[in-house]
């Protein structure tokens, strides 16, 4: 049975640090597309950052210098350091999975929308106050 379970969240005041954790069990996940979403109530769940093969294939512009992705595969899991917090990165942040233990086809090079993903955590929240 495939598990992926997040970690780390929290509350912190703006300009602080997060680390947040997915640790994945059940299949063989080194090889396969890893992404960072957060989903705000109401909102579209939203892709941020994503590996592909252990190496970062994007980031979204609102996070990019300050969000960074990385995946242990001796601790089998994939790692979300998230410095200089802002209000606006309030959201629950989960960690998906493509679903592709042999690797993803070649159009998953490209972002993906959420409904293509296949294994999910249950979600971590992060509030960031003023």
């Known amino acids: 049975q495939v598990q992926l379970v997040e970690s780390g969240g929290g509350s912190v005041q703006v300009g602080g640090s997060l680390r947040l954790s997915c640790v994945v069990s059940g299949y063989d996940y080194t090889r396969d597309c890893m992404t960072w979403f957060r989903q705000a109530p109401g909102q579209e769940r939203e892709g941020i950052i994503g590996?592909?093969?252990?190496?970062?294939?994007y980031d979204m512009p609102s996070v990019r210098g300050r969000f960074t992705i990385s995946q242990d595969n001796a601790k089998n899991t994939v790692y979300l350091q998230m410095n200089n917090l802002k209000p606006e990165d309030t959201d629950m942040y989960y960690c998906?999975?493509?679903?592709?233990?042999?690797?993803?086809?070649?159009?998953?090079?490209?972002?993906?929308?959420?409904?293509?993903?296949?294994?999910w955590g249950r979600g971590t929240q992060v509030t960031v106050s003023s």
């Open positions: 590996l592909w093969a252990g190496r970062v294939k």
């Open positions: 998906g999975a493509a679903g592709y233990s042999s690797g993803p086809p070649s159009e998953w090079f490209a972002q993906r929308p959420h409904s293509d993903f296949t294994y």
